[in-house]
């Protein structure tokens, strides 16, 4: 996946001693820029599984009112199908926004996958 940096790398960082204060504020204007890129990219990953998750069931609602089965599929995973693809929405942006050559991401990751499967229906 690709990698989205949210922060700069540190030999760009500003530093307080520097003398030019407009390219201070500008490194800080850039990074900051970069940190609201991903959030956003984050949320639209969320928030586009969840539009997506919410179409899956109207239309699962529309057929249950032919199909009994399908209205009774549609009730009892309506929550739990939200939260996962909020979940998953955030899997996404964290493996696309966090380097993987942190020590502390693997264990980030496993814990998202636990409360992924813990929230699938019938998990």
């Known amino acids: 996946m690709k990698y989205i940096p949210a922060v700069l790398p540190l030999d760009t960082q500003p530093t307080p001693n520097s003398n030019d204060a407009t390219q201070t504020v500008a490194d800080v204007l850039e990074t900051g820029l970069d940190i609201a890129a991903v959030l956003a990219a984050s949320f639209a990953w969320v928030l586009g599984l969840v539009v997506a998750t919410q179409i899956v069931g109207f239309v699962l609602r529309r057929l249950g009112k032919k199909h009994p089965l399908l209205k009774y599929l549609e009730r009892r995973s309506r929550i739990p199908s939200l939260f996962t693809a909020a979940v ?36």
């Open 88 to 123: 998953l929405g955030v899997i996404i942006s964290w493996e696309q926004s966090v380097p993987q050559n942190q020590s502390w991401h693997e264990s980030i990751s496993h814990g998202l996958l636990i409360a992924l499967i813990s929230l699938l229906p019938g998990g």
